[in-house]
């Protein structure tokens, strides 16, 4: 049986429990406060990131794994029989570069692991089923090649809907991707906000906060695929959000297992406080 590890980094969001778990070893992005540098998920919490930024007089920065810090994580496991490396989305962070330039380095050193790299073309909790999936076929001794053609279905049948407090983050940080609705907090409205094919769009606008988590448990009943029975809610340091959310899908599907986790320092430089989303499992048809 091939002994097979899943490496990711810390802009998946993936909980210190979770990747404990299930294995899979995380790699620190850096979360930067003026002259001060954190290890997103290692040396800042979420709940302190969130205090921090609040208290910011300017946006938070981050800089992603460099080429050796994923080689270093790589020869970790040199003797094993091959490595996987999920990345977040390439159209929003040059990870994937970065962890592909590293991983033909580390093949042409002749250790006995070979390493592949994939771009999870999500972020945060819409990686996460991609993980999860991956260190669970790499437990039962499939290989890299087996795995990438299970994640590439998965990947398509990610479904991430979210509402954030304000654009004002997503716009200073330049990652608004194809988000139409850019003067929303001008006109005081939200928009509904997904992440699919690698970036984030608008799907449409309401009046306020609490009407957008109406859309987003809306986009759940007609879309999830109910087979599936666990979702992730997320949230910015926003507790309440997340709970009124999670009522509305138990109120759709009593029975579901919902995850309850913050949106980590990475992602949440861009969301600002207060986003409120879930990722599920989309049905295939849709």
Known sequence: MKKIKIITQSGSDMTAAMAEKYGVHVIPDIVIFGDTQYLGGETITAAEFYDK?????????????????????????????????????????????????????????????????????????????????????????????????????????????????????????????????????????????????????DTGVVKNFEQGLCKIAEKYRTMADFEVGECYVFHAGNEAGAASLAEKLRGIKPDLDIHTEFVGPVIGIYTGRGCTGVAFIKKESI
């Open 53 to 201: 930024q609040d208290k910011a007089s300017s946006l938070p920065t981050s800089s992603q794994p460099n080429m050796n810090d994923y080689i270093s994580s790589f020869e970790m496991y040199k003797d094993y029989d091959e490595i996987l490396c999920i990345t977040v989305t390439s159209q929003m962070s040059g990870s994937f570069n970065s962890a592909s330039i590293a991983a033909d380095d580390f093949n042409s050193a002749g250790y006995n692991a070979k390493a592949r790299v994939f771009d999870s073309e999500q972020v945060s909790f819409g990686m996460v089923f991609q993980l999860v999936k991956a260190a669970q076929m790499a437990e039962q001794g499939f290989g890299c090649e087996e795995i990438i053609v299970e994640l590439e279905k998965i990947k398509k049948n990610i479904g991430v809907y979210f509402v954030m407090s304000s654009l004002e983050n997503a716009r200073k940080g330049g990652r608004v991707g194809k988000i139409r609705a850019l003067a929303a907090d001008i006109l005081n409205v939200k928009p509904v906000l997904k992440f699919e094919d690698g970036t984030v769009s």
